[in-house]
């Protein structure tokens, strides 16, 4: 089955850095649009940024361009969300989401806690 498991959330600090990894299983990682998206408590969630299958095209919230990198590694099924220069607002659980087309979100994981405060 499809599975989407993220990781490496947690609390920093104003301007800190921290690192995602969702690994993926279960179908063909290197045909999928992946997507990382948050949700702050009371708020819906929100595209952060986008990733092609082939890596050629990425996309980016303007509140996180410059300072969030997506990479994605098809041969280990992975792909990655590098936060720097992290801001109080950065706070929301992050998700990892796949798709075949930039336009539609086919599975979830879990989310991971991100937490920014001193």
């Known amino acids: 089955q499809v599975q989407l498991v993220e990781s490496g959330g947690g609390l920093v600090q104003p301007g800190g850095s921290l690192r995602l990894s969702c690994a993926a299983s279960g179908f063909t990682f290197s045909s999928y649009w992946m997507f990382w998206v948050r949700q702050a408590p009371g708020k819906e969630r929100d595209l952060v940024a986008q990733?092609?299958?082939?890596?050629?095209?990425?996309y980016y919230d303007s509140a996180v361009e410059g300072r969030f990198t997506i990479s994605r590694d098809n041969a280990k099924n992975t792909v990655y969300l590098q936060m720097d220069k992290l801001k109080p607002e950065d706070t929301a659980v992050y998700y990892c989401?796949?798709?075949?087309?930039?336009?539609?979100?086919?599975?979830w994981g879990q989310g991971t806690q991100v937490t920014v405060s001193s």
């Open positions: 990733i092609s299958s082939t890596d050629t095209n990425t």
């Open positions: 989401a796949a798709g075949l087309t930039r336009f539609r979100y086919d599975s």
